[in-house]
T-cell receptor, first 112, second 115 residues
Framework: KQEVTQIPAALSVPEGENLVLNCSFT??????LQWFRQDPGKGLTSLLL?????REQTSGRLNASLDKSSGRSTLYIAASQPGDSATYLCAATTGTASKLTFGTGTRLQVTL | NAGVTQTPKFQVLKTGQSMTLQCAQDMNHEYMSWYRQDPGMGLRLIHY???????DQGEVPNGYNVSRSTTEDFPLRLLSAAPSQTSVYFC??????????????FGEGSRLTVL
C-alpha cells in the first residue's frame, strides 16, 4: 500500500526566503506525482504535475522535482511572498485504477 | 468557466438521516472521484468513476453510494449518516488516459456535520 509523508507539518519563513517542501512515498511504481495548494476553507488547486518519466516541472517561482528511485519529491518556492501562505499537499498516483494517495500536507506561513 | 461545482457547501444531519452531495463538472472529464478530508489523516478516496456507468470503491467506501449516469454528474449518497461521517467532502475530476488520470481539479468542498 502506498504511503505518502510530508515533513515538516508546518513551516514559518520570512518573506523573500527560498524554501523547499518535502514529500516521500513508499511505492516507487507511480504514474505521476502532483503538488497542490489548499487555502483555508477552500478546495485544492493543482500546482504542478510530474509524470513518472520526468525529473522536474517548473511554473513561475515553483519548481518540483521527482526522484522515483529514492521515493522523494521536492517543491521549491523561490522568493517567498505572504500570498504563498497556505497548506501544500503532494499526491502520488499508483495502481491500475488511477488512485491518488495524499500526504497530510505542510502548512506554510510566510511572514512580513 | 465553472469547473467542478459541489452542493451544498454546508449541511448538518442527524444520525440515521440520508442525503446526497451533488457534484457536477463542465470540462467533459471522464474521471471523477470523491474524497473526504479529516484532520491529521489527509484526503482519502471514497469512490471513483472512469466514465458514465462505471464506478468503483476507493479506500473508505462503507456507508456511501455513488452512481454515474452522465459524464457531468457524480453524486455521493450517504445512506444512514453516522457521526464518524462528519468531514469535509471534496469532488475531483480529470481527463483520463487509462491508468494516468492527469491534473486533478477539485470542487470547493462540502462540510458535513452529523449530530
Amino acid at each position: 500500500k502506498q504511503e505518502v509523508t510530508q515533513i515538516p507539518a508546518a513551516l514559518s519563513v520570512p518573506e523573500g526566503e527560498n524554501l523547499v517542501l518535502n514529500c516521500s512515498f513508499t511505492d516507487s511504481a507511480i504514474y505521476n506525482l502532483q503538488w497542490f495548494r489548499q487555502d483555508p476553507g477552500k478546495g485544492l488547486t493543482s500546482l504542478l504535475l510530474i509524470q513518472s518519466s520526468q525529473r522536474e516541472q517548473t511554473s513561475g517561482r515553483l519548481n518540483a522535482s521527482l526522484d522515483k528511485s529514492s521515493g522523494r519529491s521536492t517543491l521549491y518556492i523561490a522568493a517567498s511572498q505572504p500570498g504563498d501562505s497556505a497548506t501544500y499537499l503532494c499526491a502520488a498516483t499508483t495502481g491500475t485504477a488511477s488512485k491518488l494517495t495524499f500526504g497530510t500536507g505542510t502548512r506554510l506561513q510566510v511572514t512580513l | 468557466n465553472a469547473g467542478v461545482t459541489q452542493t451544498p457547501k454546508f449541511q448538518v444531519l442527524k444520525t440515521g438521516q440520508s442525503m446526497t452531495l451533488q457534484c457536477a463538472q463542465d470540462m467533459n472529464h471522464e474521471y471523477m472521484s470523491w474524497y473526504r478530508q479529516d484532520p491529521g489523516m489527509g484526503l482519502r478516496l471514497i469512490h471513483y468513476s472512469v466514465g458514465a456507468g462505471i464506478t468503483d470503491q476507493g479506500e473508505v467506501p462503507n456507508g456511501y453510494n455513488v452512481s454515474r449516469s452522465t459524464t457531468e454528474d457524480f453524486p455521493l449518497r450517504l445512506l444512514s449518516a453516522a457521526p464518524s461521517q462528519t468531514s469535509v467532502y471534496f469532488c475531483a475530476s480529470s481527463y483520463s488516459t487509462g491508468a494516468n488520470t492527469g491534473e486533478l481539479f477539485f470542487g470547493e468542498g462540502s462540510r458535513l456535520t452529523v449530530l
